[in-house]
């Protein structure tokens, strides 16, 4: 677990140990985000049991945990963590649960999300947050903005900071739009193998070899604003 000394859980993963909770869990990590794992229903409960356990801003929920039902486990989590935005993950998402989940609160995803996309949201979310996210991923500047004004300032200044290209930039702002590189592609009138080719060039300028590298570095950089 890394993020500030001290500070509430920004993130808690509800997932089994498996390599997409991983994969997650070292994304949210190298962007420096808050975040505690909990893998089965009974580390779920002592998760929420234990003295001095912080109320956590979002949850990611998986909602094929082995030993929990989902129209147990999604009442359940909204009652451990009332004040926490929920995002529920599910391989198999008709309309019709998608329709009972967001009555109950809970917007979703079908599964697999990418990593870096679920990192990217949780960023996304942390910038327009109040206090239960650290100040130092809520962009203190001293001055009121809108979280898309801020976000887009940050990536502007980001793009400066690493002598990013017009083309680079506008894939970036696109992929923070939760874009996927084929979408990307086609909103700049490219193929997806010169959309991967920029993000290699993107991170070669970090000291980087591959697109997930370039990411990771945008994420570090929100974190140490």
């Known amino acids: 677990m890394m993020g500030v000394q001290g500070a509430a859980?920004?993130?808690?993963?509800?997932?089994?140990?498996?390599?997409?909770?991983?994969?997650?869990?070292?994304?949210?990590?190298?962007?420096?985000?808050?975040?505690?794992?909990?893998?089965?229903?009974?580390?779920?409960?002592?998760?929420?049991?234990?003295?001095?356990?912080?109320?956590?801003?979002l949850v990611f929920l998986d909602l094929e945990l082995p030993d929990a039902a989902a129209d147990q486990?999604?009442?359940?989590?909204?009652?451990?963590?009332?004040?926490?935005?929920?995002?529920?993950?599910?391989?198999?998402?008709?309309?019709?649960?998608?329709?009972?989940?967001?009555?109950?609160?809970?917007?979703?995803?079908?599964?697999?999300?990418?990593?870096?996309?679920?990192?990217?949201?949780?960023?996304?979310?942390?910038?327009?947050?109040?206090?239960a996210w650290p100040q130092r991923l809520a962009v203190g500047t001293g001055t009121a903005h809108a979280p898309g004004e801020r976000l887009k300032s940050l990536v502007d200044t980001y793009a400066a900071d690493r002598m990013l290209s017009k083309q680079q930039r506008m894939i970036l702002k696109f992929y923070l739009d939760g874009r996927n590189d084929k979408a990307i592609a086609e909103l700049c009138g490219c193929s997806e193998a010169t959309v991967y080719e920029h993000w290699r060039r993107m991170a070669r300028k970090v000291g980087g070899a591959h697109k997930g590298d370039a990411i990771a570095d945008f994420h570090r950089y929100l974190a140490s604003m």
């Open 9 to 57: 859980c920004c993130v808690l993963l509800i997932t089994v140990d498996g390599p997409a909770g991983r994969s997650l869990l070292s994304a949210l990590e190298a962007a420096t985000i808050e975040v505690e794992w909990v893998r089965s229903l009974a580390e779920l409960h002592a998760h929420a049991a234990r003295a001095g356990a912080s109320a956590p801003a």
């Open 73 to 131: 486990l999604v009442p359940l989590v909204r009652t451990y963590f009332p004040t926490a935005t929920t995002i529920a993950l599910a391989a198999e998402l008709s309309g019709e649960l998608a329709a009972r989940l967001l009555s109950q609160g809970v917007p979703s995803l079908t599964k697999p999300v990418s990593p870096f996309a679920l990192t990217g949201l949780a960023l996304r979310l942390s910038l327009g947050a109040g206090a």
